[in-house]
């Protein structure tokens, strides 16, 4: 086998992979179905703002609670039951949508438990990678990882702006429910060393929280672009899942939209390509600056151009944020240990998800008043200024790629128990 599919050796990552992949299936049909579910229910960009908002707003306030209990239980076991949680509340979704008693209260409170549910998945996902490979496969497993993502990201965006059209965003929220299930059963067959052993004993959820900011505020590479990030992401969120259905709405139609997304995702498969194969001794400074793709796709979205220009300008944004999020995802896995690596996962997830429900539910006001397209184009200055601010980082400029993991990570965790 060939180095490039070198992870795929090991059943851990098999498992882990394979039920990300699943997830992200019916994660990309269900934001197309729930955006058109609102605007269906009561056509106010303003109220599909509140109800994805809520979901991040959840997403925000449990996320470091979601760092510290994957740093302390078995992560596989921590992404079944939010895996569980997010296939019921899903299901309910979806039921309330096919059977026409959706109410934006009830789907407000529901996008809150999905919100709950992703904060403890994240972490634990993101952290357990690390726990499936040899240090030497993180950049080829992050990039497979990636690719599976991607590829189902494709199939979903374009079959959701479809499934739309054609019977309703009820069944696209129906199958959500499903692959969240399917991608419980997976993460539960995740059976790798158990890192607990490496760390210093019991400690207070306090505790636990200021190790993991110490590891933040000791690398300024990590704050820095945790920082920024909470503006690209406020920006990049807002107009995609806010003001992009609102342009297909009034322009080139629901089922052209997803076919919009899927090019993005398109171009994500093609970039996770790429960074497998890239040789770089300064990943995280290539990853940054591709970021610039991102205000180039809202830029070209706002400009009404014609539909091929906005799929070309959507997979050019799909290649650059693959390449941030693999560098990104390998810069912290070889630089974080082992026993701290989900707490800092989540402190990152904090500071650069913290500003989105301020975007989403921003959106529709702002858009409202200053029109759809100026907003649009303020989104990809404020993503164009936050690469700037990266870049200027000497850290993030000079920190060098290094194909190990840090002394906890060490050759001695191949030989720890196996976790439940």
């Not at 996902?125 to 690719?147: D, F, G, K, M, W």
Request: charged share 10%; with cysteine; aromatic share 8%.
């Amino acid at each position: 086998m060939s180095s490039a599919l070198a992870p795929l050796q090991h059943r851990a990552f098999r498992y882990l992979a394979a039920g990300r992949l699943v997830v992200m299936l019916g994660n990309s049909i269900a934001p197309i179905a729930l955006a058109f579910a609102v605007l269906d229910l009561t056509g106010s960009a303003a109220d599909l703002g509140l109800v994805v908002g809520a979901r991040s707003v959840m997403n925000v306030v449990f996320i470091l609670f979601g760092g510290v209990v994957a740093d302390r239980l078995p992560r596989n076991l921590v992404l079944f039951v939010s895996c569980t949680v997010a296939a019921v509340s899903q299901g309910v979704v979806a039921t309330l949508v096919l059977t026409h008693t959706a109410t934006i209260p009830a789907l407000l409170g529901l996008s809150a438990v999905n919100g709950i549910a992703s904060a403890f998945a994240f972490p634990a996902a993101s952290a357990l990678i690390a726990q499936t490979v040899p240090a030497e496969l993180l950049r080829q497993a992050n990039a497979i990882n990636r690719l599976g993502t991607s590829a189902a990201m494709i199939a979903g965006a374009a079959a959701g702006g479809v499934l739309v059209a054609a019977v309703g965003p009820g069944w696209g929220l129906a199958i959500d429910a499903g692959t969240f299930a399917v991608a419980g059963a997976l993460f539960r067959l995740v059976k790798v060393a158990d890192y607990r052993a490496a760390s210093d004993g019991p400690s207070s959820v306090l505790g636990d929280l200021r190790a993991g900011w110490a590891e933040v505020v000791a690398r300024t590479w990590v704050w820095v672009v945790v920082l920024a990030f909470g503006f690209i992401n406020m920006a990049f969120v807002a107009a995609l899942s806010v003001l992009g259905p609102v342009v297909a709405d009034t322009t080139f139609g629901r089922q052209w939209w997803g076919v919009v997304l899927a090019a993005e995702m398109a171009g994500m498969l093609v970039g996770a390509l790429v960074a497998m194969r890239l040789r770089v001794r300064r990943l995280l400074l290539v990853g940054v600056a591709c970021c610039f793709g991102d205000a180039v796709f809202v830029f070209t979205l706002g400009t009404g151009l014609h539909l091929a220009l906005l799929f070309l300008a959507a997979f050019i944004g799909g290649v650059a944020m693959e390449q941030f999020a693999i560098a990104w995802e390998v810069s912290i896995q070889e630089h974080i240990p082992a026993d701290r690596l989900a707490r800092v996962y989540s402190y990152d997830a904090l500071g650069s998800f913290i500003a989105i429900p301020l975007g989403q539910v921003a959106a529709g006001p702002v858009a409202d008043r200053a029109g759809v397209q100026p907003a649009l184009f303020a989104a990809a200055a404020i993503i164009a200024l936050s690469v700037v601010a990266m870049l200027a980082s000497g850290e993030v400029r000079t920190l060098e790629h290094r194909p190990k993991r840090p002394e906890s990570q060490g050759e001695e965790s191949a030989a720890l128990p196996v976790s439940a």
